[in-house]
């Protein structure tokens, strides 16, 4: 029983910067659907790219990695409502048919509301992506020129067929019930992302955000063995403007390779693009002095934290290189 992976696919540098809305990681879930008989619709929400088993079947039929409805005998089309893992502005969609060769859909429309209660009985949907022609096994990617903030969305495939993965990457507005309340002002869910970094070789910084501790040294950002003089960051956005309370850094299964220390630097910046920052980042005020590392351990400071009022985005330095799991800047919003 073979098993072929999907080929790699790089997402544009410009929607990378954004979150996906619609990942499992971060709460995503369908809601209801008007037909899953061959494949859950849940599958094409999943973070790990898609997979074709073959000779896999199931009651049903072929096994396959994604959402696939059965064959309509009749007028109409199927579609999938989901509940994004955070309120949002939708800036892109990849509606992804990879492995869907002769069964994908012939095209396929989206829909958004706005339901931060979850009742959907009576919200308005609003057209984000009008009815656009699909192809066989590959990527669709599509801009999405909306500043509405959304919490579901419905996606519609005429007249029927499968969709390997949807992606919907998108500026994350989330809607905090308490600001008095200490969250975690970096995570994913709340808005935090990745501006620039020096390496990553083994592991994107975009993992630091991630929800949940590492599951393996893939899940963490880790960078090549440095061979020059110097040491290794990345600058990461906060979600929401804050007050640092404690610092957690988590070098979990980092055991050969983690850092020897790591430093972080911040400023409250409110208009400034990412470019800008990069050059200006060696210059900002430690948040928190070099700390030694363990390995695969979390670090938590508090007394360490150096006095600041309140900031917008990090630098952490990883020195001199190797590899982190999570980091964790828990406080306030200011």
Not at 22 to 49: H, N
Not at 142 to 159: M, S, W
Not at 273 to 283: A, G, R, Y
């Amino acid at each position: 029983m073979a098993t072929l992976f999907a080929p790699a696919f790089e997402i544009p540098a410009h929607i990378q910067q954004l979150t996906n809305l619609a990942d499992t990681r971060i709460g995503a879930k369908v809601i209801e659907c008007s037909d899953e008989f061959f494949a859950e619709a849940k599958r094409m929400l999943q973070f790990d790219a898609p997979i074709f088993v073959e000779d896999k079947f199931d009651d049903h039929g072929k096994w396959m990695d994604g959402w696939e409805t059965r064959r309509k005998r009749h007028a109409g089309y199927d579609w999938a409502i989901v509940k994004l893992g955070v309120a949002g502005k939708i800036k892109a969609l990849d509606i992804d048919t990879t492995f869907f060769s002769g069964n994908y859909p012939a095209s396929a429309a989206l829909e958004a509301c706005f339901a931060p209660n979850g009742d959907l009985s009576t919200v308005e949907w609003h057209s984000i992506l009008p009815n656009s022609i699909l192809g066989p096994s590959q990527h669709h990617l599509f801009e999405i020129q909306d500043d509405a903030i959304y919490t579901h969305i419905r996606l519609k495939i005429y007249p029927d067929g499968g969709v390997a993965r949807l992606r919907v990457y998108g500026e994350v507005k989330p809607q905090f019930q308490n600001s008095t309340d200490i969250l975690d002002l970096l995570a994913l869910e709340n808005g935090g992302r990745v501006i620039a970094y020096s390496d990553a070789h083994f592991g994107h910084p975009r993992n630091l955000i991630n929800p949940g501790r590492g599951i393996n040294m893939g899940d963490g950002w880790e960078t090549k063995r440095r061979r020059a003089p110097g040491f290794d960051w990345c600058i990461l956005a906060l979600g929401q403007a804050g007050k640092i309370e404690k610092i957690d850094i988590d070098t979990a299964h980092f055991k050969g390779n983690y850092p020897a220390e790591v430093s972080i630097q911040a400023i409250y910046i409110e208009d400034a693009t990412d470019p800008q920052l990069i050059p200006q980042s060696m210059f900002w005020p430690f948040l928190l002095d070099a700390q030694p590392m363990q390995m695969d351990h979390i670090h938590s400071f508090i007394n360490e934290i150096l006095a600041h009022e309140k900031i917008s985005y990090i630098r952490v330095n990883m020195i001199p290189d190797g590899g982190i799991s999570r980091i964790r800047l828990w406080g306030k919003i200011a």
